[in-house]
């Protein structure tokens, strides 16, 4: 016998679910209303995120091995896209471009708008002018400041925001003065700032999370107490433990020093390795047409032990944006860097840029989750300039026409989550540490950026959307 009762309770459910749906949507929009109508004048924040390295082959290969072919990073759903020229000028000849750069010249192009050579912080090529920063700008204006890395707080994407000083290498006392590299002009003696540690020391910024405690335990230039016992006494808190940074909670500034050199990263290569050279047989040495080779043997990922006692990307950001929004009805200027997408580049490791990448995006996802609640805050995610790695057929197309090709690089076969093969080449050299790459790089931006960004700009750009929004 038919009935229409099942068909009935059917609708209702289909009703039911389009209400909730609704509902959900409307209370969404609802709750950003209420968000801007209850603060018409929202404060101002800019968070900049800076992947060192982050070209669109680290994205790939880090999105390939986190979420599969198919998937999506949170990088890929951000609503403004846009390419990013990386300028570079010679040290001799400033009007004279160079197409390679570093993370200080890159770096400075961000902090200031104004390219300049490599190796230097927030200085000019050959005049050696310092250029003021957009964190000295932003803190002059009456704005909050912060620096967070995985690096150590003295490396070079950090120090442009808050030094100025000829090379990136002078980053404690006793590094002013060596023998490859030296910046007398810097030094205090000479009516210079003095080292990059002692520079960040004596700063304005509100908030300075990174590794690097062995650039602060040196004694200052002229004087009798350390780096850091300079920082206290310019009022900095000092935190050198995850649990330190999980319990502060103060107004005043912070100074987390939470390894002495860099953070370790999230992954590594399986038991350590990292690329390494095919091997080709001896066959093959006597004619390139010969023989055979043998390419490393497939290898995964695998979590990092060295990684456990120190605080991950998301950890340190979101402490820094708890302590630079609270009370602050101004807005605020951070800067994030994940550094070691270039670092283990350097080191042939895909796998540890890739868990730097990963420690990226879930601090987008956080960062976006923010600016959602404060509608005055701009994200901007990009890179200091492209790596070496490159993303290859881990065993060559030619393979078929019986000739044993292959890279004459460093290569990794990475086995990943979904069951498949990446190859990834490392061949800029045969030196200790692979080298940057000349492309442009990619700039993701959330929807206040809509309308304000252009398709391809220069780097330097950066620091002029920001500074405008700012109102600086």
């Not at 750069?101 to 002018?129: E, F, P, V, Y």
């Not at 990963?358 to 976006?368: K, P």
């Not at 069951?419 to 993701?444: I, K």
Request: net charge negative; with cysteine.
């Amino acid at each position: 016998m038919l009935t229409l009762r099942p068909i009935l309770s059917a609708l209702r459910s289909i009703a039911l679910i389009s209400f909730t749906v609704g509902t959900t949507f409307l209370s969404a929009s609802a709750f950003a209303e209420d968000v801007t109508a209850s603060n018409p004048n929202p404060a101002k924040n800019v968070i900049l995120i800076i992947g060192d390295g982050m070209d669109d082959h680290q994205i790939t290969i880090a999105r390939n091995y986190l979420k599969g072919a198919a998937g999506r990073l949170t990088l890929d759903d951000m609503p403004v896209r846009s390419s990013v020229a990386v300028l570079t000028v010679s040290e001799q000849a400033p009007d004279e471009y160079i197409y390679v750069a570093d993370s200080a010249c890159s770096g400075t192009s961000m902090s200031t708008g104004q390219a300049t050579s490599r190796a230097r912080i927030a200085t000019t090529a050959k005049s050696d002018i310092d250029i003021e920063t957009i964190v000295e700008m932003a803190h002059k204006s009456g704005f909050k400041t912060g620096i967070v890395s995985t690096s150590s707080v003295t490396d070079a994407t950090p120090a442009v925001f808050a030094s100025h000083i000829q090379y990136r290498f002078c980053e404690n006392p006793e590094k002013m003065v060596t023998e490859r590299f030296s910046c007398p002009q810097d030094l205090k003696a000479n009516g210079g700032p003095g080292s990059i540690s002692e520079q960040l020391a004596v700063s304005n910024v509100d908030v300075i999370f990174g590794g690097g405690m062995e650039n602060f335990t040196p004694t200052v230039e002229g004087g009798s107490t350390s780096v850091l016992d300079s920082a206290i006494a310019n009022g900095f808190t000092i935190l050198k433990t995850k649990q330190d940074l999980n319990n502060v909670t103060t107004a005043g500034k912070v100074l987390g020093l939470f390894a002495d050199k860099h953070l370790a990263t999230k992954l590594r290569g399986e038991d350590g390795r990292i690329a390494e050279k095919p091997e080709p047989s001896l066959l093959n040495s006597v004619h390139w047409s010969l023989g055979e080779v043998d390419l490393p043997e497939p290898m995964t990922c695998e979590t990092n032990p060295d990684a456990a006692d120190t605080p991950s990307l998301l950890s340190m950001s979101s402490k820094a944006i708890e302590l630079l929004s609270t009370d602050n009805d101004k807005g605020f200027f951070l800067m994030i860097e994940s550094a070691s997408i270039d670092k283990q580049s350097h080191a042939r490791n895909p796998c540890g840029s890739i868990g730097e990448l990963d420690q990226l995006d879930e601090t987008v996802a956080y960062a976006l989750k923010f600016a959602d609640q404060h509608p005055g805050t701009l994200i901007l995610v990009t890179a200091d300039h492209a790596q070496a790695a490159q993303l290859v057929p881990e065993s060559s197309m030619f393979s078929g026409l019986d000739i044993p090709v292959y890279s004459p690089g460093s290569m990794v076969r990475i086995i990943t989550p979904e069951g498949g093969l990446m190859g990834v080449n490392y061949a800029t050299n045969d030196f200790f540490a692979e080298e940057h790459t000349g492309a442009a790089v990619p700039l993701y931006a959330n929807d206040v950026a809509i309308g304000k960004i252009d398709t391809y700009i220069s780097q330097t750009d950066i620091f002029d959307i920001a500074k405008q929004h700012l109102g600086l």
